[in-house]
């Protein structure tokens, strides 16, 4: 499929790539890029050869945030009629299979949102995070205020979006908005090397496995607990765990089949 705004391409043919491509803009999110990052993610969740998608941007900008020359034409009959936001930004929450967020350069506003949509965030040294949308008279809109203090608690998500502040990688790190931080000419092979595990391991445990963890961001703990045990004995269920523990059992490789 042919995107203006966005590349795909995938590694070994295990793992979809979406790369987001408006240069000129820092990556800003206008509506028609989250429209084909939408397709895209959708695309790669339904090919049965994809086990996990990456998103990434440029060196200088994962995304600098939504388009703020779309935007200060938007009124509130605008956003609020057509669901802005809503509409082509939570496609993502829909998609089953693990998606992570590669992140060099600026992950501001939206973009530090669309980071926080995905199940992890692997940064490059030179990453920074912010959420500066006060400045603009607005707030996070996209889930900052949400996904924010549950990554880093309270106090910081408030410096964060109260002072418009920007978080370097290791700041990130140590606060638990990232997983890891790699030296930014190794963010796509560390990626593509995670991506690549996790597609190593039997399909259903991983869609159970994000199921189960999102499921912490939900709800109450015991209402996640009995999820997490639900699922954890539905897996006893599949084929693949029959195969995993007796392949550990003859000291041999599991062929794992998804099933
Ligand atoms: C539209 C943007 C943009 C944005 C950068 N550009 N960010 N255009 N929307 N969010 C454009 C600039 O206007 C400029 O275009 C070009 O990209 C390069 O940017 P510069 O500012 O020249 O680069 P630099 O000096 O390196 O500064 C980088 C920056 C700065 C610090 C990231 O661009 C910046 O502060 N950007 C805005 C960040 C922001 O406020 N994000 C939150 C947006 S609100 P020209 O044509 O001049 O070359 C938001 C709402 C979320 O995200 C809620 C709903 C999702």
């Given at each position: 499929?042919?995107?203006?705004?966005?590349?795909?391409?995938?590694?070994?043919?295990?793992?979809?790539?979406?790369?987001?491509?408006?240069?000129?803009?820092l990556n800003?999110?206008?509506?028609?890029?989250?429209?084909?990052?939408?397709?895209?993610?959708?695309?790669?969740?339904?090919?049965?050869?994809?086990?996990?998608?990456?998103?990434?941007?440029?060196?200088k900008a994962?995304?600098a945030?939504?388009?703020?020359?779309?935007?200060?034409?938007?009124?509130?009959?605008?956003?609020?009629?057509?669901?802005?936001?809503?509409?082509?930004?939570?496609?993502?929450?829909?998609?089953?299979?693990?998606?992570?967020?590669?992140?060099?350069g600026f992950?501001?506003?939206?973009?530090?949102?669309?980071?926080?949509?995905?199940?992890?965030?692997?940064?490059?040294?030179?990453?920074?995070?912010?959420?500066?949308?006060?400045?603009?008279?607005?707030?996070?809109?996209?889930?900052?205020?949400?996904?924010?203090?549950?990554?880093?608690?309270?106090?910081?998500?408030?410096?964060?979006?109260?002072?418009?502040?920007?978080?370097?990688?290791?700041?990130?790190?140590?606060?638990?908005?990232?997983?890891?931080?790699?030296?930014?000419?190794?963010?796509?092979?560390?990626?593509?090397?995670?991506?690549?595990?996790?597609?190593?391991?039997?399909?259903?445990?991983?869609?159970?496995?994000?199921?189960?963890?999102?499921?912490?961001?939900?709800?109450?703990?015991?209402?996640?607990?009995?999820?997490?045990?639900?699922?954890?004995?539905?897996?006893?269920?599949?084929?693949?765990?029959?195969?995993?523990?007796?392949?550990?059992?003859?000291?041999?490789?599991?062929?794992?089949?998804?099933?």
């Open positions: 499929m042919a995107y203006e705004f966005i590349k795909t391409h995938t590694e070994d043919s295990k793992v979809g790539v979406i790369t987001l491509d408006r240069p000129k803009f800003a999110l206008n509506t028609e890029l989250m429209i084909e990052l939408g397709q895209a993610l959708k695309a790669f969740d339904a090919d049965s050869t994809i086990g996990c998608i990456v998103i990434t941007g440029s060196e994962f995304a945030g939504a388009d703020i020359s779309a935007m200060s034409k938007f009124s509130f009959s605008d956003v609020y009629g057509n669901d802005f936001i809503t509409k082509d930004w939570e496609i993502i929450r829909q998609i089953r299979k693990p998606v992570i967020a590669a992140v060099s992950a501001l506003g939206g973009g530090c949102e669309l980071a926080m949509m995905c199940d992890f965030i692997i940064a490059a040294d030179n990453a920074k995070f912010g959420q500066p949308e006060i400045k603009l008279g607005i707030i996070p809109g996209a889930g900052g205020t949400q996904r924010l203090p549950r990554a880093v608690g309270k106090s910081k998500a408030m410096d964060m979006v109260l002072t418009a502040r920007m978080m370097d990688a290791k700041e990130a790190e140590l606060a638990g908005l990232v997983s890891r931080v790699v030296a930014l000419d190794q963010l796509m092979s560390e990626t593509i090397a995670a991506a690549m595990t996790i597609c190593s391991y039997p399909q259903l445990a991983v869609f159970a496995a994000k199921e189960s963890v999102q499921r912490a961001f939900e709800g109450s703990l015991s209402d996640g607990m009995m999820y997490e045990r639900r699922l954890f004995h539905a897996l006893f269920a599949t084929q693949d765990q029959k195969e995993g523990m007796q392949a550990f059992l003859d000291k041999r490789p599991a062929k794992f089949e998804n099933k």
